[in-house]
């Protein structure tokens, strides 16, 4: 029987959400939240021993001593196996999760699966550490998908700790780290390019045997000169509208965004404004939006004589980032950029969360 450690957050062990994320490493004998589902789908395959959990925040503000008591953990119950996750869309989680796999496959050489969305942004660490011991397998955007990621974990946990060989990923269903290894084949490569090349010519499919992943290339303008006669913009991904969300921003996955009025406003009054975001605890960012939209900073600036007077543009843009998909994300700035170009402003103040 294949025995696992599973390792989850604070919210998926069941101890709550963002207001236990800072909660530290701890470790559960046998299941627990998440890992139920798990040892489920795991049948008499395989028994899970150990469930350990820890905070969001806590992973990525005391990242060695989490990991230090992550790996004693593991070490402690020496699993055939570990599963991470699943993270779905969570970039926080996801990053964890690929960091936590890291860090087991390569100081105790155990094997890890996770599974996330393949817009989470910890894909691009996966793929950066091209660890063989590591292996992440997709899953659908939210945890309404827990079900199907718990049941692909644990098939392929299981052939992970029998040992058997895991093939490329596009035979396999896990996600390709752009690992290449060498392999003979009963055709030369003239003979497979011409192949490519005509089916190519022809608009039919085909699959290159070298994929090249294409990113787009954004120079950064040139830096602004004289600030006191240009205009000004505030752009900010926090999530911070007028009180009531009138426009129904959800706390994740946002597909619009808006610009709100701050032509009189001096500053943001807490009670007037908060937060629509759920990548972070909003309190903080309620009870003082101008963490979010510095607008007591830039009037500050305003008055010292370093920014014109009527040069900061009379409205904010806004949207929600938390887990934002990049193709939108691109979309959403596209509008924006538009919209400023029209409206003839020179520069932007982005604050990111």
């Given at each position: 029987m294949v025995t696992i450690v599973h390792i989850i957050n604070q919210f998926f062990a069941g101890l709550g959400g963002e207001e236990k994320a800072d909660v530290p490493v701890g470790v559960l004998e046998g299941v627990s939240g998440a890992a139920r589902g798990l040892e489920a789908q795991l049948g008499e395959r395989g028994k899970i021993v150990a469930t350990?959990?820890?905070?969001?925040?806590?992973?990525?503000?005391?990242?060695?001593?989490?990991?230090?008591?992550?790996?004693?953990?593991?070490?402690?119950?020496?699993?055939?196996?570990?599963?991470?996750?699943?993270?779905?869309?969570?970039?926080?989680?996801?990053?964890?999760?690929?960091?936590?796999?890291?860090?087991?496959?390569?100081?105790?050489?155990?094997?890890?699966?996770?599974?996330?969305?393949?817009?989470?942004?910890?894909?691009?660490?996966?793929?950066?550490?091209?660890?063989?011991?590591?292996?992440?397998?997709?899953?659908?955007?939210?945890?309404?998908?827990?079900?199907?990621?718990?049941?692909?974990?644990?098939?392929?946990?299981?052939?992970?700790?029998?040992?058997?060989?895991?093939?490329?990923?596009?035979?396999?269903?896990?996600?390709?780290?752009?690992?290449?290894?060498?392999?003979?084949?009963?055709?030369?490569?003239?003979?497979?390019?011409?192949?490519?090349?005509?089916?190519?010519?022809?608009?039919?499919?085909?699959?290159?045997?070298?994929?090249?992943?294409?990113?787009?290339?954004?120079?950064?303008?040139?830096?602004?000169?004289?600030?006191?006669?240009?205009?000004?913009?505030?752009?900010?991904?926090?999530?911070?509208?007028?009180?009531?969300?009138?426009?129904?921003f959800k706390t994740y996955r946002n597909t619009h965004w808006k610009k709100y009025n701050i032509a009189e406003v001096k500053s943001l009054e807490p009670g007037q404004w908060e937060a629509i975001h759920g990548g972070y605890n909003v309190t903080y960012m309620n009870q003082n939006p101008h963490y979010g939209v510095p607008l007591d900073a830039v009037r500050a600036l305003e008055a010292e004589g370093i920014i014109g007077r009527g040069k900061l543009y009379p409205a904010y843009y806004v949207v929600p980032g938390n887990q934002g998909s990049p193709s939108v994300m691109k979309r959403i700035g596209q509008e924006i950029a538009a919209d400023m170009k029209a409206s003839g402003i020179d520069g932007v103040l982005l604050v990111a969360t």
């Open positions: 350990v959990y820890y905070g969001d925040n806590y992973f990525h503000e005391h990242t060695q001593e989490a990991e230090a008591a992550i790996l004693a953990a593991v070490r402690s119950h020496r699993p055939d196996v570990v599963v991470a996750g699943p993270a779905f869309n969570s970039g926080r989680y996801g990053l964890g999760c690929v960091e936590i796999g890291r860090s087991i496959a390569d100081k105790l050489q155990i094997p890890c699966v996770t599974a996330m969305h393949t817009d989470n942004p910890a894909v691009a660490n996966y793929r950066d550490y091209q660890n063989l011991k590591l292996f992440l397998l997709p899953s659908a955007e939210t945890a309404a998908g827990m079900t199907q990621a718990l049941a692909s974990l644990a098939r392929f946990a299981c052939r992970l700790a029998s040992g058997e060989k895991i093939g490329p990923a596009a035979e396999e269903g896990y996600i390709s780290r752009g690992i290449r290894r060498l392999e003979k084949t009963d055709r030369p490569g003239v003979e497979r390019a011409i192949e490519m090349l005509l089916k190519k010519v022809h608009n039919e499919p085909f699959v290159t045997e070298v994929p090249m992943e294409i990113w787009d290339q954004a120079p950064p303008a040139s830096a602004l000169k004289h600030l006191v006669d240009k205009t000004l913009a505030i752009v900010t991904t926090s999530g911070v509208v007028p009180w009531g969300n009138p426009d129904g």
